[in-house]
């Protein structure tokens, strides 16, 4: 079993930055996989990035490439999710994800067999 806690969502103004927080617990692997993901009102859950758990693979959505950089947190067992130049658009509630043993796409949802509770971000224009 792992659980997972983010923390870090807020408002921001367009063109500024956030750091969201993900902490794990529980029986994890170095071969696994943490993701985020969004989901906007009104729409499908959204893949932003992923990071193999041993820190050194890492995987992006086109639309937070450059913007965006997922990477170990400075906390142990932790996963932070550094966002950059902020639009309204990425306004959503972020879930960060745990692949456990079922493999597969990391831009996929099903691939993640544990979540988080989400947090909420909005960018005002």
């Known amino acids: 079993q792992v659980q997972l806690v983010e923390s870090g969502g807020g408002l921001v103004q367009a063109g500024g930055s956030l750091t969201l927080s993900c902490a794990l617990s529980?029986?994890?692997?170095?071969?696994?996989?943490v993701g985020w993901f969004r989901q906007a009102p009104g729409k499908e859950r959204e893949f932003v990035a992923a990071i193999r758990w041993n820190g050194y693979t890492t995987y992006y959505a086109d639309s937070v490439k450059g913007r965006f950089t997922i990477s170990m947190g400075y906390a142990k067992n932790t996963v932070d999710l550094q966002m950059n130049s902020l639009k309204p658009g990425d306004t959503a509630v972020y879930s960060c994800?745990?692949?456990?043993?079922?493999?597969?796409?990391?831009?996929?949802?099903?691939?993640?067999?544990?979540w988080g509770q989400g947090t909420q971000v909005t960018v005002s224009s």
């Open positions: 529980g029986r994890t692997f170095s071969s696994y996989a």
């Open positions: 994800a745990y692949e456990g043993a079922r493999g597969g796409s990391y831009y996929y949802p099903g691939t993640y067999e544990y």
